[in-house]
T-cell receptor, first 117, second 111 residues
Framework: NAGVTQTPKFQVLKTGQSMTLQCAQDMNHNSMYWYRQDPGMGLRLIYYSASEGTTDKGEVPNGYNVSRLNKREFSLRLESAAPSQTSVYFCASSDYSRSGRISGELFFGEGSRLTVL | QKEVEQNSGPLSVPEGAIASLNCTYSDRGSQSFFWYRQYSGKSPELIMF????GDKEDGRFTAQLNKASQYVSLLIRDSQPSDSATYLCAVGPGGSYIPTFGRGTSLIVHP
């Protein structure tokens, strides 16, 4: 059981280049998330998808776009990378709680380490 | 602005001691509370969650919640070197359970 799979695990970009981070989960979860983690900053939510067909901005969405391709896959795109986007990116997923709301019990992928020069 | 505050540490405890990690939050409407453990270079993993005031125990871990004082804590009994990691507190607001994460507390358990 793979859980949440992210690709690539490492990437170096030059300023202005574009790239897409891929994420897939095999747990049949409804909700998926993209976080970034910087030293001393904790986890900050970029975008999330509460369910297939919906996406919403999180705390730090500027410079990013997302696509919820289907229930399994949620991609994050950097259209024009900037050095400030150097970070570790985590994809996560969760199911609904028994109340029918998004559960805060997140399952994380291994992370994608991005460096923008 | 919903805030979740943690002391960044590091918190250093000897092997076998009790480690106490604390977290305060600003949103009084918060409904759900989580502790994640993150080893260096790895992804966070959920170790405890608590929704009601009081204590919740799971093996060597105890989560404590006090909504009136707006704090949640994690106690680790009989600390082991393998517990050395960063512990992230996450708080879920009412109406939506997407948690807000604190910056984490680094725990070092020395032999």
């Amino acid at each position: 059981n793979a859980g949440v799979t992210q690709t690539p695990k490492f990437q170096v970009l030059k300023t202005g280049q574009s790239m897409t981070l891929q994420c897939a989960q095999d747990m049949n979860h409804n909700s998926m998330y993209w976080y970034r983690q910087d030293p001393g900053m904790g986890l900050r939510l970029i975008y999330y998808s509460a369910s297939e067909g919906t996406t919403d901005k999180g705390e730090v969405p500027n410079g990013y776009n997302v696509s919820r391709l289907n229930k399994r896959e949620f991609s994050l795109r950097l259209e024009s990378a900037a050095p400030s986007q150097t970070s570790v990116y985590f994809c996560a997923s969760s199911d609904y709680s028994r109340s029918g709301r998004i559960s805060g019990e997140l399952f994380f992928g291994e992370g994608s380490r991005l460096t923008v020069l | 602005q919903k805030e979740v505050e943690q002391n960044s540490g590091p918190l250093s405890v000897p092997e076998g001691a009790i480690a106490s990690l604390n977290c305060t939050y600003s949103d009084r409407g918060s409904q759900s509370f989580f502790w994640y453990r993150q080893y260096s270079g790895k992804s966070p993993e959920l170790i405890m969650f608590i929704y009601s005031n009081g204590d919740k125990e799971d093996g060597r871990f105890t989560a404590q919640l006090n909504k009136a004082s707006q704090y949640v804590s994690l106690l680790i009994r009989d600390s082991q070197p393998s517990d050395s990691a960063t512990y992230l507190c996450a708080v879920g607001p009412g109406g939506s359970y997407i948690p807000t994460f604190g910056r984490g507390t680094s725990l070092i358990v020395h032999p």
